[in-house]
């Protein structure tokens, strides 16, 4: 078995200073769309967990997912790459 000390100064040779980068935030602000809609979506299903869903329930998962797969397009189409989880 591999002792971990051995390999410490490769695990904390880059301090963590808790912030995230410029590039990270700016991924962020690029994918907001896409996590509000994502967001929207699991409202839309979890008011439908002790319940049975209504037909504006259905129309309203209908809808919050078809804005998810708009976002993930337009965001697609903005980075020029295809993202996981889509379809093939």
């Known amino acids: 078995m591999k002792s971990i000390v051995a390999l410490q100064a490769v695990v904390t040779a880059v301090p963590f200073d808790g912030e995230p980068s410029d590039a990270e935030l700016a991924a962020?602000?690029?994918?907001?769309p896409l996590i509000l809609a994502e967001v929207d979506l699991l409202d839309a299903r979890i008011m439908t967990l002790d319940r049975p869903a209504t037909v504006l329930d259905a129309r309203r998962i209908r809808r919050a997912r078809n804005r998810v797969l708009a976002e993930r397009r337009a965001l697609a189409n903005r980075l020029g790459v295809a993202l996981p989880g889509g379809a093939a």
Do not use: A, G, K, L
């Open 28 to 32: 962020i602000e690029r994918e907001m």
